[in-house]
């Protein structure tokens, strides 16, 4: 919900910090509780801690605006601003029954070796065409709740252009993101089956009334249920979307739907 209070599109112009639309739990998944789904639980007691970003100690408010500025593309929270307060008090709650020194498992993304090559561009076009292009869409633009009002945020997030995170972001680091990947992409839970996707954008229709269909959409066809009339349901919290079905089982630790694809 970041875009909600802090958006470029937040109704309060005077909250408008971040300079995209992503949300926190874009990146923290789970809001900030899954286990190499760069969790944010546990920190309470690692903060004020030193950074080698900035060569200096810095606190909890420091490296949520760490994020703010980078992740978020924007500029910092003031301190005693209502919204950091708010962000800081929901970290230190994730840390509720920890102790000082305690460590719980499951920070970061992970940890794959690095690689031993130079990375590879072309192949990875390749394959985010096969694994993430459904999703992220082409251009890595996401797919917004409602492309009239940003403000409702992405069912799926951007990646990369006007909308995501800068260049200055841990996403952007080519180690941050293979973990990131590995540990978490593609990530099939939010794909829906109760309603399907209407010609007018952001506009779904429950099942009963849909028609299969399907599109091209760059190197792929997605399968979609279209609708025809009726009782149009305007875009909520959390938009279910139609995914193509070979996406459906695909966990991270489900290669074996990757491979069988196609
Ligand atoms: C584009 C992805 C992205 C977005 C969006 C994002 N972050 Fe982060 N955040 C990261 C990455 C990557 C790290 C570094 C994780 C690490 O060092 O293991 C990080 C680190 C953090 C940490 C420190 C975690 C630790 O283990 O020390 C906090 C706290 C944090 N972010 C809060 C936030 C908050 C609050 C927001 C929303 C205002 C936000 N982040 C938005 C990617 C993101
Ligand atoms: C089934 C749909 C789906 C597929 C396939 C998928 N993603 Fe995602 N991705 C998501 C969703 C949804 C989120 C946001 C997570 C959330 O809010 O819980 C996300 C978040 C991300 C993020 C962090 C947020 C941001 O804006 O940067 C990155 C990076 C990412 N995906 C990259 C990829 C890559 C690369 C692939 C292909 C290997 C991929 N994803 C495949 C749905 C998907």
Redesign the pocket.
Known sequence: M?YAYLGPHAPDRDTRFAGNN???S???LEAGTKKFG?P?YG?AF?FPRYSARTGAEIS?ED??NS??TR??NGRPLPVQSPDMQA?AAY?NFLSTGVTPGEQIPG???GAIPNLDRAADPKHGKLVYARACLDCHNTNGSGIARSPQALSLGYAVPPLWGADS?NDG???ARLI?LANFLHSNMPHGPIIGTRCCRTKRPGMWRPMSNCKRGRIKQGLSTIFLRTCSISRLIPPMGLTPIIFPRRNINMDPFNRSALKSRD
């Open positions: 970041t992503l949300a926190c874009n990146c923290h760069l944010i920190l690692d909890i490296r949520i994020c703010m992740s978020m962000l970290v920070h970061g993304a995170f972001a841990g996403m941050t």
